[in-house]
């Protein structure tokens, strides 16, 4: 039996002091929504869109004023158990659906990550997530960002050899897709997807791999037209040059 989070299907709610309910009240709201697996409904927790960003990191990583939004990124259903980012969650087809009702059939799953999420059930969700598109063999782009983000959770809990193990998992991911899939993933351009793998490798001390993907994105014909990135990778290479005297890169 697998069994994980709050039993039963509970209604969120907001009792989290005097004025903390109030402050989440005001950036989450609930839907209800279908299982592309078992077919029964369930209440997911978004987040409004009017978020006061106040800083981001070098691979992506957003902090937002009251609430970190990427707690909620990832659905899952209290019934089956099923997991998956909230752009990907409904599309499953017949196959992939099948695959994971046998996986389920011999196992009684008991998750309830519902309602408000504390950090420690956000990285459970992820986890569920990584497991499941691993099982259905997902595009390394999308297992890519699960773990991505289940980094920058083990990194907002100061949990550096986590985050390091898992955003090592990101960077190969990424690396594949930038080898097997069509460019653009998502909203990642080819540029950009360099540049992610750079910071990944220096994040988890691979400089010297780091800065070839650097010269890669300066001296790309592309860097022309995505000024930000290639700034982004000089910055990043300047940053890397100051701590630890990596060699050059021109462009």
Request: glycine letters at 6%; a neutral charge.
């Given at each position: 039996m697998i069994s994980m989070g709050n039993k039963g299907f509970d209604k969120p709610n907001f009792r989290y002091g005097a004025d903390g309910?109030?402050?989440?009240?005001?950036?989450?709201?609930?839907v209800e929504k279908e299982?592309?697996?078992c077919g029964e409904k369930f209440e997911v927790t978004c987040v409004r869109s009017r978020l006061v960003l106040i800083k981001q990191d070098t691979d992506f990583c957003a902090y937002y004023k009251d609430i970190n939004?990427?707690?909620?990124?990832?659905?899952?259903?209290?019934?089956?158990?099923?997991?998956?980012?909230?752009?990907?969650?409904?599309?499953v087809t017949a196959s992939v659906a099948t695959k994971i009702q046998k996986f389920l059939a011999s196992?009684?799953?008991?998750?309830?990550?519902?309602?408000?999420?504390?950090?420690?059930?956000?990285i459970i969700a992820y986890k569920l997530a990584i497991f499941?598109?691993?099982?259905?063999?997902?595009?390394?782009?999308?297992?890519?960002?699960?773990?991505?983000?289940?980094?920058w959770l083990y990194r907002e809990g100061q949990q550096?050899?986590?985050e390091k193990i898992v955003l090592s998992k990101a960077c190969e991911c990424y690396d594949q897709a930038l080898a097997r899939e069509r460019m653009p993933i998502g909203n990642l351009s080819e540029l950009t997807v360099?540049?992610?793998?750079?910071d990944l490798l220096r994040r988890t001390g691979e400089n010297e791999k780091s800065i070839l993907y650097l010269s890669q994105v300066v001296g790309s014909p592309l860097a022309k037209s995505e000024k930000r990135i290639a700034d982004l990778a000089r910055d990043l290479?300047?940053?890397?040059?100051?701590?630890?005297?990596?060699?050059?890169v021109s462009g």
């Open positions: 309910g109030e402050r989440l009240a005001d950036v989450l709201y609930f299982c592309a697996v939004p990427y707690y909620y990124t990832v659905w899952a259903c209290p019934h089956c158990g099923y997991a998956a980012r909230d752009t990907d969650f409904a599309e196992r009684d799953v008991k998750v309830n990550l519902c309602g408000i999420r504390t950090r420690e059930q956000a499941y598109a691993e099982l259905v063999a997902a595009k390394s782009s999308k297992r890519a960002g699960l773990h991505l983000r289940l980094g550096d050899d986590k360099m540049y992610l793998i750079a290479w300047q940053e890397m040059r100051a701590t630890d005297a990596s060699p050059s």
